[in-house]
Nanobody, 115 residues
Framework: QVQVVESGGGLVQAGGSLRLSCEAS????????MGWYRQAPGKQRELVAT???????NYADSMKGRFTISRDNAKNMVYLQMNSLKPEDTAVYYC?????????WGQGTQVTVSS
C-alpha cells in the first residue's frame, strides 16, 4: 500500500507565499503521478497541478503562473510553491498519488489566505 502525507499549510497574508510538501511512502513501483488538489468550503475538489515521475506537468488554468509543482523522485516527494496568494486560494489542499495499481489521497493541509 501507498500512503501520502502533506505538510506546509498555514495562514498567510494576501500576496504572500507558501510551499506545500507531500511525501509518498510504501510500495511505490513503476511510473506514477503525484499532485495537488484543493477544496474550498462549499465547493467541489478541484485540480491544482500534477506531475508524473517522468516530469510531465498539468496545471489548472487558473493556477498557471502563480503555482509551481516540482518533484524529487528519489525521495518520493512532491512540492507546490504558491506565490501571490489570494483569499480565494483558501482551501484544504490534498496530495494525490496514482499509479497503475492505486490512487491515494492524503489527509489534506489547510491553507488560509487573509485579506
Amino acid at each position: 500500500q501507498v500512503q501520502v502525507v502533506e505538510s506546509g499549510g498555514g495562514l498567510v497574508q494576501a500576496g504572500g507565499s507558501l510551499r506545500l510538501s507531500c511525501e509518498a511512502s510504501g510500495s511505490i513501483v513503476g511510473t506514477n503521478s503525484m499532485g495537488w488538489y484543493r477544496q474550498a468550503p462549499g465547493k467541489q475538489r478541484e485540480l491544482v497541478a500534477t506531475m508524473t515521475s517522468g516530469g510531465s506537468t498539468n496545471y489548472a488554468d487558473s493556477m498557471k503562473g502563480r503555482f509551481t509543482i516540482s518533484r524529487d523522485n528519489a525521495k518520493n516527494m512532491v512540492y507546490l510553491q504558491m506565490n501571490s496568494l489570494k483569499p480565494e486560494d483558501t482551501a484544504v489542499y490534498y496530495c494525490r498519488f496514482t499509479n497503475f495499481v492505486t490512487g491515494v489521497w492524503g489527509q489534506g493541509t489547510q491553507v488560509t489566505v487573509s485579506s
